[in-house]
């Protein structure tokens, strides 16, 4: 299979994926490959998200909050300690309510989308991260 050709808004960019779902790691692998990110990692939980982050230090992060192992806020939380320059993406099921343990400000999430999300929202997420905006 041919790689993508590049793209100025994601070249160099790297991605780690993070979600306790098979069928979700292969879409977001998938989306984020289709768009010229380099998928360099992806784990099923918290525990191994952070291990895969001590080892490959990535553009940005895709954390779905449903994990096998852990919590999304803790994962998140240990993303900011370990890469401070990596960019999150955080994909939840339900929109994101004040109390429900989703970090704020500049312990939490660049971008967080709900799903089902439409491909424009999930690229203009990364491009926003990997710009250094926040979205």
Partial sequence: M???STNPHTEGASAIV???DEETRVLLRGLLRLHHYRVIGEAE???EGTKLLRTHPPSVMVVDAALA???F???IREARLLRPEMRVVLVTPTPVRAGDG???GADGPDATLTRPFRLADFLAALRGTVAGRTG
Avoid: F, I, M
């Fill in 73 to 75: 806020p803790v994962l």
């Fill in 2 to 4: 041919n790689e993508p």
């Fill in 69 to 71: 192992e852990g919590s």
């Fill in 102 to 104: 989703t970090p704020k």
């Fill in 18 to 20: 993070v979600a306790g």
């Fill in 45 to 47: 939980g918290s525990t």
